[in-house]
């Protein structure tokens, strides 16, 4: 399967991708309930977060935007000033489950320098063929020779064996209020 390093001028096609993929996400359809506020706002958050991860060159490409995995390599973050100009719909109530939610997530984030794999997305028309494999082999063939670290979350349980078989062990389960669980997983260094 062909794959290549995504551009700024790949941006529209691959949050398409990505927002396609993620349609029936049950975390994102927590925080995006209607068809039309996921169309809105989740490309924009994705990009807002993965961004400085698609400058880097960190973010894969399968053939014909069959499947897109954005990474952040190690030392490289999210610009929060950018996530905070998104200007997110919302009420109190759900800013306040939202910063429970992160703070949550951020127990389980690694300190140390790692690769994050923010999203993984494959078109749901190509899904259960291989591209999300070939998309993390990809990448964790260069991580594995940078002997470096690799983390993600799952947002959806059925997705937490797929990402087992490729090295990534379960750290616990992310279980705040109403919102769907959320599986921290880290796939320690190998050489």
């Known amino acids: 399967m062909d794959i290549r390093t995504a ?5 529209a096609r691959l949050l ?8 029936a996400d049950p975390i994102v359809r927590y925080w ?18 993965g961004e400085r991860g698609l400058d880097a060159g960190a973010c894969d490409l399968a053939a014909d935007f069959e499947g897109v995995a954005l990474w952040m390599p190690p030392g490289v973050e999210p610009d929060p000033a950018r996530i905070a100009a998104l200007d997110l719909p919302g009420t109190e109530e759900s800013a306040e489950v939202s910063a429970a939610f992160r703070a949550e997530m951020e127990r389980y984030h690694p300190t140390a320098p790692h690769w994050y794999l923010w999203t993984l997305g494959v078109d749901p028309r190509r899904q259960g063929r291989g591209v999300g494999s070939a998309l993390l082999k990809h990448r964790l063939a260069q991580i594995d020779a940078e002997g470096a670290t690799a983390y993600l979350e799952a947002s959806d349980p059925k997705n937490v064996p797929f990402y087992e078989r490729h090295g990534f062990e379960p750290l616990g389960v ?3 209020r109403d919102i769907p669980p959320l599986t921290p997983m880290l796939r320690p260094a190998r050489r």
């Open 16 to 23: 398409d991708t990505i927002t396609l993929a993620f349609a």
């Open 7 to 11: 551009t700024r001028a790949d941006e």
């Open 174 to 176: 992310i279980e705040v």
């Open 32 to 49: 995006w309930t209607t068809a039309s506020e996921h169309l809105e706002w989740w490309p924009r958050f994705v990009l807002a977060m």
